[in-house]
């Protein structure tokens, strides 16, 4: 995700706002390129770690 951000071009917007009102990730198509929002928004670590006390 670090990558994505440090290659991402700066004069890109991250979101476009729609006519409805409403907010859209911008994703370029082709290449290897990917917006690091839509890859922030992709991932969810949610994890249940269960500790025994020993």
Request: charged letters at 20%; a neutral charge.
């Amino acid at each position: 995700m670090i990558g994505n951000a440090l290659q991402w071009n700066p004069t890109e917007k991250l979101k476009f706002t729609k006519p409805s009102g409403g907010d859209s990730l911008n994703i370029v198509v082709g290449g290897d390129l990917i917006n690091p929002l839509a890859i922030s928004e992709a991932i969810t670590d949610k994890s249940k770690v269960t500790t025994i006390p020993g």
